[in-house]
């Protein structure tokens, strides 16, 4: 039979890390898991690009609404 350092656990109780694993609450607080994570650091940059697509598009929309318009009008009170 196997031995281990750790004491007994009832099933309804949570597992029980070994004290040179354990961190503080305040220690896990403080460096959130996904900000060295460099597939994090990539999913997040990638959002960003897709932020950015999404930006310019809407800039480019807007830009062609005025100038149609601006060109509209301009066809009606001049005549071309």
Known sequence: ???T?????TPDSPPVRPES???STAAAAAK???FSD???KRKKRIARYKVYTV???MKTS??????WI???CSEIIHGY
């Not at 350092?5 to 656990?9: I, Q």
């Not at 807007?62 to 100038?67: D, Y």
């Open 21 to 23: 694993t354990r961190q």
């Open 70 to 72: 601006k060109n509209k």
């Open 55 to 57: 930006e310019g598009r």
């Open 62 to 67: 807007i830009r062609n609404g005025f100038r």
């Open 32 to 34: 959130p898991w996904g």
């Open 5 to 9: 350092s750790h004491p007994p656990r």
């Open 1 to 3: 039979m196997y031995t």
């Open 38 to 40: 460099p597939e994090m």
